[in-house]
């Protein structure tokens, strides 16, 4: 969910990290108890911050919850750029989170690598195992983010982040879903898919696509209800609209009438009003159908339409205090700056196959041929349309 909260509603999305600011000193306390250092938040977190999931397994193992709450930092600086949250929370929370990483990791010296070992993965159908992609790759963005922001960083966590092992097959140009995967072993739901996006790991379009291709009739269909969303995205990105719209289809089978409520699995049952599903479709209408990118110093845009629809219109998209209105239609997709605010910097459009770029004015209404296009804020010695 917070993806989406943070480009429509980037004040509640500021919310969901003040709460883990907040319980920090919960975090600290619950990584002693681990013999770790640093800041480790729990699996299910509530008021106070401590932990209260009821089974061990997702306490002890699955801390890539550790990653998702630095990656979400990361998200909140690359979308507001706001230097005094970045002092006053953000570098205290990655800060934490880093120093979680680098005490977790272990060295191989034979390998000359890093390794993280007895985890669970995204897909909880296994736990206590080695070197989890997603896990491995979201604690690499952490430190090298933290590399970046936090003042006199220690040297490691960039060593770390370099040299942290991603498993990877050669032979078949994939990602293993940790040490030892075999390809007969059915996975719960989307997990090194999810190096593609949202983490955009660094790999060839080959690779990208051997993700899906392998995983995708690997994935219980049976799972929960945000898996197909981030299969739908992750075609969109390789520009297969037709694969896209069968997952994106499937990714709302959750739906139960008469109020719209989400299931957490297709028959029913698990978690009822599962959010985590509503939040895997909306990320498939903006960060799929509209294809946006976070990046640090821009956004990126490249838009398609649904199957069977003639124009989406997405509203109040948030950048650097800039509300930003996007339509997309069948060949050509239109951008409007709604408001700014008064120290809001203007923000440039740039047709990424042209080169061409245009002022966003506020209320000036640009027009561009659907596919990639970048929105960044102005610099004086550009020359703008």
């Known amino acids: 969910m917070y993806p989406t909260l943070l480009m429509l509603y980037p ?12 319980r ?15 800041t480790m938040f729990p699996w299910e977190s509530a008021f106070t911050g401590c932990p209260v999931c009821p089974e061990e397994v997702y306490s002890n193992y699955e801390i890539h919850v ?4 630095g990656f979400a930092v990361e998200q909140y600086w690359m979308v507001t750029h706001d230097q005094e949250w970045l002092k006053e929370v953000g570098i205290p929370l990655i800060s934490g989170i880093a120093e979680f990483w680098a005490s ?17 993965c995204p897909d909880e159908y296994h736990s206590n195992v ?87 009739p690997r994935t219980d269909p049976d799972g929960p209800a945000m898996t197909k969303a981030m299969f739908a995205i992750g075609w969109l990105e390789l520009g297969n609209v037709r694969n896209a719209s069968t997952s ?13 409520v989400w299931t957490e699995y297709p028959s029913g049952d698990g978690a009822v009003n599962f959010i985590t599903g509503m939040g895997g ?28 629809v003639t124009k989406l219109c997405v509203r109040g998209l948030h950048y650097r205090g800039n509300v930003i209105d996007f339509t997309i239609g069948s060949t050509e997709s239109e951008i409007c700056v709604r408001s700014a605010d008064i120290e809001a910097r203007l923000l440039v459009l740039q047709d990424v196959e042209s080169g061409e770029e245009y002022y966003l004015d506020v209320g000036k209404v640009v027009t561009f041929r659907n596919g990639p296009v970048i929105v960044r804020e102005y610099e004086q010695n550009t020359v703008v349309t």
């Open 11 to 22: 004040e509640l999305a500021r919310s969901l990290v003040l709460y883990r600011f907040q």
């Open 24 to 38: 920090m000193g919960a975090a600290r306390k619950n990584a002693k108890t681990h013999n770790v250092s640093g």
């Open 66 to 69: 550790n990653g998702d709450i």
């Open 104 to 120: 977790r990791v272990t060295y191989d010296d034979v390998a000359n690598d890093y390794v993280i070992n007895a985890v669970m």
């Open 130 to 216: 080695n070197n989890s992609a997603f896990t491995n790759a979201v604690a690499k963005r952490n430190l090298e983010f933290a590399s970046k922001v936090v003042p006199s960083a220690p040297a490691t966590w960039s060593d770390i982040a370099q040299r942290l092992r991603i498993p990877y097959n050669t032979t078949l140009r994939y990602h293993p879903e940790y040490d030892g995967y075999n390809l007969n072993v059915t996975v719960k739901q989307a997990d090194v898919i999810l190096l593609g996006y949202p983490l955009m790991f660094n790999m060839t379009q080959e690779v990208r696509e051997n993700d899906l291709v392998i995983y995708e």
């Open 248 to 260: 994106f289809r499937e990714s709302y089978q959750n739906v139960r009438e008469p109020f719209k």
């Open 281 to 308: 479709f909306l990320q498939a209408v903006v960060f799929g159908y509209g294809g946006l990118r976070l990046h640090p110093d821009e956004i990126r845009l490249n838009p398609k339409l649904p199957e069977n």
